[in-house]
T-cell receptor
């Protein structure tokens, strides 16, 4: 069945260092979304990418959607302690049913 | 607006007991989802609904049933709970696009 994998599973960085998480789908996606979940909280929407090769930026966060629409990445420049949490990608299966399959997540810890 | 509300927030069950989790949204969203979250496995889709009166299976539907009798409510039922169903359950809604999540329901099956 449809699978969405993320790497790495965990990442510890010093405050100020950069961070990247990668998302790979076994099949082509209609679009991809990214979510952040703080410890003990619920996932919160960050962004949606739709077009092949699309790049979007939100302040220190840069999101990319691969040319084949099967992979995506989230890059955070100069991490801050407020960036702590788990980052998930969610791929929309192109079946017309609006079924979102989540990646396994990358848990980010930022050391001050 | 309350957004997406899940009840109960915590529940402890014994193996074999049944229960229902309720998800209510006040955003008039067509699409609703139930996910479970387990350590190291991300969020896995249990069932979803694309509108009132419709339901469909997700990635891990076995042992669960759902109903969407009213547009604003999506119920998740466990007929005979098993320890493997110990998890945090999240409900989400969308119209479509961005998923709005509830705060989660932590279920422990002993």
């Amino acid at each position: 069945g449809q699978q969405v994998m993320q790497i790495p599973q965990y990442q510890h960085v010093q405050e100020g260092e950069d961070f990247t998480t990668y998302c790979n789908s076994s099949t082509t996606l209609s679009n991809i979304q990214w979510y952040k979940q703080r410890p003990g909280g619920h996932p919160v929407f960050l962004i949606q990418l739709v077009k092949s090769g699309e790049v979007k930026k939100q302040k220190r966060l840069t999101f990319q959607f691969g040319e084949a629409k099967k992979n995506s990445s989230l890059h955070i420049t100069a991490t801050q302690t407020t960036d702590v949490g788990t980052y998930f990608c969610a791929g929309l299966v192109p079946s017309g049913t609006y079924k979102y399959i989540f990646g396994t997540g990358t848990r980010l810890k930022v050391l001050a | 607006n309350a957004g997406v509300t899940q009840t109960p927030k915590f529940r402890v069950l014994k193996t074999g007991q049944s229960m229902t989790l309720l998800c209510a949204q006040d955003m008039n969203h067509e699409y609703m989802y139930w996910y479970r979250q387990d350590p190291g496995m991300g969020l896995r889709l249990i069932h979803y609904s694309v509108g009132e009166g419709t339901t469909a299976k997700g990635e891990v539907p076995d042992g669960y049933n759902v109903s969407r009798l009213k547009k604003q409510n999506f119920l998740l039922g466990l007929e005979s709970a098993a320890p493997s169903q110990t998890s945090v359950y999240f409900c989400a809604s969308s119209n479509p696009g961005e998923l709005f999540f509830g705060e989660g329901s932590r279920l422990t099956v002993l």
